[in-house]
């Protein structure tokens, strides 16, 4: 997690800031890249094109939240594997041997997916993926993927204690974070730092609002599809979950 993904992009070697971006830089958003827009209508600028932007910041100092990562990091992962393309991986890898369906329906102008949003999965397949990392990475008896790997998922940094390795993380941020990075202001900060929900929540957010939320304490895998609308209130979906009641007061 810690080589440089300059291993899967030989030309960012040439490139002094970009030749020490991490795969776990790109992953917990901390890359430093410049932030790709989404294009117009169903496609958007390529994974090449995404992972030649100019750097915006020294890598590792502060947190970008983006699919850009993503799709850079799928982009550094294919090249890697050489044989293999990210998403035919990814099928093989994992979601096979889980038994689960992914449709790509928004892909880049290349015809690679979009990895941060662009995949759509019905409300029990995401389900069944989040049972699969909540029994942390093995399914019927079989590990899938390492456990001690798949935990570095749920570890923050200190750019964003709330965000680990493409997953939300319940745990304290400073106010001044909170107000600096979109998501924390608009939706995650107030769960975060919320004293009444359980330490070991975390979740995954799909765009237009879609959420997979895990609590291992108590076996608990949520997932809510719906409209992305701005009345969609975090903490108030998850006090009616596990208080019965309005959120209130975090």
Known sequence: MDNPASEGIPEWKDDPAKATITYRQLLNMTSGLTRSTTGNGPTAPAWKEQAGKPIATKPGERFEYGAFNQNVFAYALTRKL?????????????????????????RCDDGNPWVGGGAWMTARDWAVFGEFVRQGGSWK????????????????????????LTWWLKAPVRAELVREIPLLAEEWG??????????????????????????????????????GTKEFSEVEFLSLLLRGKSGGKP
């Open 82 to 106: 050489g044989k293999e393309t990210f998403e035919a991986f990814l099928k093989r890898r994992v979601l096979d041997p889980i038994g689960v369906k992914v449709e790509w329906r928004l």
């Open 190 to 227: 107030v769960v975060a730092n919320s004293k009444w929900l359980p330490v070991d929540l975390v979740a995954a957010f799909g765009g237009g609002k879609q959420r997979l939320y895990l609590i291992p304490s108590l076996k608990l895998v949520v997932v809510r599809q719906g409209h």
């Open 141 to 164: 008896g079989r590990q899938i993927v390492d456990a001690k790997l798949l935990a570095q998922c749920f570890q923050g940094t200190e750019q964003n204690p709330a965000y680990g």
